[in-house]
């Protein structure tokens, strides 16, 4: 038996979250566990793990979801299954041992800076070819 792999999200509406969990199901040919972020804000990130999941979302400017067990794979795939029409991507990154002890809005804010950085560079490196 497979261990059950999942996302936490964030920053999105019900319709919105629900169509995300959807294509990732597609894509993986798995049923993903669903957990929302919403209202959890200075929540530690484990502890709204073992909460578990809720029936609330909340459309957010910051969009955020969380691969939880995936392997590489996984993420790969994930993330060409992301739905390419009418919902925004979010920033993605896996659980780890140091960020699973954060509070959500402190991964949020690390996240937006580490992609800040790297759209930077990005647009350095590009500039300079």
């Given at each position: 038996?497979?261990?059950?792999?999942g996302i936490l999200i964030y920053g999105y509406g019900k319709e919105d979250a629900f169509s995300i969990r959807a294509a990732?199901?597609?894509?993986?040919?798995?049923s993903l566990f669903l957990v929302s972020g919403a209202g959890k804000e200075e929540w530690v990130v484990l502890d709204i793990l073992d909460k578990g999941p809720e029936d609330i979302f909340e459309e957010k400017e910051d969009k955020l979801v969380i691969f939880l067990a995936f392997?590489?794979?996984?993420?790969?795939?994930?993330?060409?299954?992301?739905?390419?029409q009418g919902i925004r991507r979010p920033i993605f990154c896996g659980l780890t041992m140091q960020n699973m002890h954060w509070k959500l809005n402190t991964l949020i804010e690390h996240l937006k800076e580490e992609h800040?950085?790297?759209?930077?560079?990005?647009?350095?490196?590009?500039?300079e070819q």
């Open positions: 038996m497979k261990n059950p792999i990732l199901d597609r894509a993986l040919e798995e392997n590489q794979d996984q993420i790969d795939t994930a993330l060409r299954g992301f739905p390419e800040r950085l790297w759209t930077r560079q990005a647009r350095n490196s590009h500039e």
